[in-house]
């Protein structure tokens, strides 16, 4: 039986050249540590019910890498349940709206990368088909929120 359910949101973050920006979750992680991945986190429903799942995007992304960004698309959704506890994972694309990426809460290092120079087996589960998905749905340009 479930006895905890969380919704995690995580994005997708697209430059104008279809680069992805990534962060390294630090060793000190208790999950995927020293793994590329894209930022996120649970949402944490506050007791007025306005915290959002953009706000939540918005929030994280700040925290973790020290940008701006507008949530754009829905990409995809998926439950992963472990023992008593399941997880809601909500992914969006983003475009960056300001500020310079740098590795802050719970993240090593950031950078942009290409597709192509990813390898699977350095990115969180999921993360590089998170990638395709959000370069195969973004049909108008990139630097459009």
């Not at 390294?24 to 793994?35: A, H, K, T």
């Not at 992914?91 to 597709?115: H, K, R, Y």
Request: glycine fraction near 8%; proline fraction near 6%.
């Amino acid at each position: 039986m479930i006895n905890q359910f969380k919704v995690v949101v995580s994005c997708v973050i697209l430059n104008q050249t279809g680069q992805v920006l990534l962060g390294r979750r630090s060793l000190q992680e208790d999950v995927y540590p020293g793994l590329w991945g894209i930022p996120g986190g649970k949402v944490e429903v506050e007791a007025n019910g306005l915290n959002t799942i953009e706000e939540t995007l918005i929030r994280e992304v700040e925290e973790e890498m020290g940008v701006q960004i507008k949530p754009r698309d829905y990409l995809e959704s998926s439950v992963r349940v472990k023992g008593d506890e399941a997880k809601l994972y909500l992914i969006f694309s983003a475009v960056l709206v300001s500020g310079e990426p740098q590795p802050l809460e719970d993240t090593s290092e950031v950078g942009w990368f290409d597709l192509k120079d990813l390898s699977v087996e350095d990115l969180t589960p999921h993360t590089y088909q998170n990638i395709q998905l959000a370069l195969a749905q973004s049909p108008r340009p990139l630097d459009q929120p």
